[in-house]
């Protein structure tokens, strides 16, 4: 369960983010065509906060965790990371400012060397990334093996080690380095849901006590046990920001992929003007004046001004803003 | 109506441990049973059981297994208790008949147990000619497959490769259904996937399953799905002790 302190000063700061990609047909000379993968996302975590970016595939969650951390350029909008622009550096000058923003990929596997023992792992991104002699690497490499219960496995090689162990050395590698801001994309997938959590409780129970933490994820439990806030993204744009903890999601949408059993199931069909989840939505014949054919939702404030916790992008949540609103008669116009 | 399988207090160890013990139940005709524990409790190697799959050593050491729908007079695990890995294989062996026939298998990654190398319509034809019955029309046969789990019949000349993920899914599934088996046994089908893929999945699973008369032992560690669609449930107990981290 998720017991971390927040402070109010940003460590990521993502401003009409936007990233168009070029994908080619079915065949070699079929059309390409443009894809918005991320459509004008902005987006702030603070110090101490651990924030889940959820969606289907497609939704463009991945997209933006790379964006992030600059392994792609944005199409245009603006990051700023500890309250520096990051997008406008070169890959040089990122690379000299990288060793606090770090990536856990999906792929554990793939991702280590299949010659090198889990200690050397550490010892190397300390080194050759974090500059330390090898003395004080292999010390502080020890340490963080322990902390996540390796210690009796140091000297395994990738191959020797179960899917968890894999996934636990390559969060040694990232926390070793006590970084500011981590973006995992997905890195329970692949596993037992029992051997989930506890990944999840090594990754974000040892993370520095300031650092920010950006969760990547299919699974609404893990989004829900684990983070402060949800980030809920469809079509390349987010629709909903929650704090589970306070609130239940209200957008339609959000709403089955949390519940999937709790209406009818999305065709996944999209509308390319007015609301993208219009021709799955149940609530868009509620909704006066045509409103969810004609005008693109943005994301407001929800619940009791003020809070600014919970935001969705709706136009049935028009009506219901006013602080005295019931939050029992979520979508139910 | 007589059960599907009839299981009586299932035991098996591998050379360390006793993996699972005294597991009994029933599975019936028609309906849909869910197959839940924590894991490492034994889920699949139960469901692989109940497919006369055994393949740890020593292995079985205590229980019976019957198809009453069947034979209900033959023990499928008689002479192999205690047995060992050879008395298994024997048992495998003997039991080819059942597998592809009277039950049929959707591994966890369904598409996974498509051939690469051949059509859909090629592997639906093999998996047709296992019922006791051929159909008269064998094309018209495959589109009527096909169109069950809502593939059109285009779908027959394609081969895997051509088609996205989830039509290879629905393709998979097309070919468990296809030899009219009683009993399909879908290994966690909802695997990796988004919550509302997994209710679309196991959905089109289920109903598929009733379309054909089979009835249908799904291994799912999701409770949401075992409380919507689940006529019976099996539980395993969890094991202390054993497994990873
Ligand atoms: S804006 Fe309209 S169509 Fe979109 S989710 Fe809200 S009610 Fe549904």
Known sequence: MINRARTDTPVVSLRGLRKQFLVGGALPWSPKRVVNAVDGVDLELREGEVVALVGQSGSGKTTVSRLILGLERPSSGEIWLDGQRWDSLSEAERRARRLPYQYVPQDAMGALDPQQTALEHVMETLTVLGGCAPADAEAKGMAMLRRLGLAERRDALPREMSGGEQRRVTLARVLALEPRLVVADEPTSGLDPDRRGSVLEDLIGNLPPKAACVLVTHDMSEARDWCHRVVVMLAGRVIEEVDLHAARPAHPYARVLFDPWSGPLPRGELASTGCPFRPDCPDAAGVAGGRCAAELPTLRPRGPEGSGAHRVACHAEGPRQAPSADPAQVGAS | ?245
């Not at chain 2, 294989?89 to 051949?118: K, M």
């Not at chain 2, 008269?136 to 046969?141: F, P, Q």
């Not at chain 2, 495959?142 to 993920?165: C, F, H, K, N, Y």
């Open chain 2, 1 to 245: 109506m007589s059960a599907l399988v009839e299981m009586r207090g299932l035991g098996i160890r591998s050379a360390h441990r006793t993996l699972v013990e005294d597991i009994s139940f029933d599975i019936d005709a028609g309906k849909v049973t869910a197959l839940v524990g924590p894991s490492g409790a034994g889920k699949s190697l139960t469901a692989r059981a109940t497919m006369c799959v055994l393949d740890v050593a020593p292995g079985l050491f205590a229980g019976s297994l019957r198809y009453p729908a069947h034979d209900p007079a033959i023990d499928w695990f008689e002479g192999v208790r205690g047995g060992g890995a050879r008395a298994q294989a024997a048992l495998l062996e003997r039991s080819r008949v059942l597998r592809g026939a009277y039950l049929t298998y959707s591994p966890q990654a369904a598409s996974s147990a498509l051939n690469p190398g051949r059509t859909i319509g090629q592997q639906l034809a093999m998996a047709i000619g296992r019922r006791a019955q051929p159909p008269a029309d064998l094309g018209e046969e495959i589109r009527r497959v096909l169109a069950d789990v809502g593939l059109s019949p285009r779908a027959a000349a394609s081969l895997p490769g051509e088609l996205s993920g989830g039509m290879c899914q629905r393709a998979a599934l097309a070919i468990a259904v296809a030899p009219k088996p009683r009993l399909v046994i879908a290994d966690e089908p909802e695997t990796g996937l988004d919550p509302v893929l997994r209710r679309a999945v196991v959905e089109l699973l289920v109903e598929v399953c009733q379309v054909h008369g089979a009835g249908l032992l799904l291994i799912s560690h999701h409770e949401d799905t075992v409380q919507r669609l689940a006529h019976a449930v099996i539980r395993l107990p969890g094991r202390s002790g054993g497994g990873e981290r």
